[in-house]
C-alpha cells in the first residue's frame, strides 16, 4: 500500500499521457486524476478518526467492483470538467485501477496481506511477489512523519518518476499545447 505520493504520481503520469486540453502542468483535470488515483485509500479516514488507521483498510474500496463505481462517480463528474461521460468512465477507472497495481506491487508485511481484487466474488487477496514499492508505516497520524516514510516516498519517487519524464519527453516531441 503505497503513500499518496506515490499514487498521486502515476495519476500524474497518466495525465499528463492521456489529456492535451489544459494549459499550464497540472488543471482541474490533473487534480482529478490525482484524486481518483489515490480514492480507494479513503478506507483510512474512518480508521485514523478512531486511532486505527488500518481498521478498514484494504477492503471494499480495494476491489475491481469499487474501480467500477469510481468509474461511474466519474462519468457523473465529467460534464463539470468538460468531458463526455464516457470519457470521464474511463479516465476516472484506469485511475482507479492504477492505485489497484500499485498495492498490488507493494510489499505487505502485515496481515491481511494483500489487495482483495475479486470482493465479493472470492475473499482471496493478491499481491505481485516481486514488490516495487516498499510499504509506509502508517497505523496512526503521528507514524506518518517517521524516517522510514521519507525512504518509502523516495523509493516510489525513483520509480514512478521516469515514467512522467518519459512521457513529458514525449508530449514536447509531439509538440503538446502546454509548453
Ligand atoms: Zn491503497
Known sequence: MATPVGHALA???????LERG??????RKGLFFVAMANLPD???????????AHAFHRGFTHTLLFACLASGLSALLGPLLGWNRARAAWLGGICCLSHLLID???ADWKAPYGVPLFWPFSKESF???VALFLPPSKASLPDLFQAWNV???FMECAVLSPFLVLVE???RKKGGTSE
Open 11 to 17: 495519476g500524474l503520469v497518466l495525465y499528463r499521457s
Open 22 to 27: 489544459e494549459a499550464g502542468f497540472i488543471g
Open 42 to 52: 479513503l478506507d483510512y479516514v474512518p480508521g485514523l478518526l478512531t486511532g486505527h
Open 104 to 106: 498490488l506491487l507493494t
Open 127 to 129: 499481491l505481485v511477489p
Open 151 to 153: 525512504l518509502v516516498v
Open 169 to 171: 519527453w514525449k508530449r
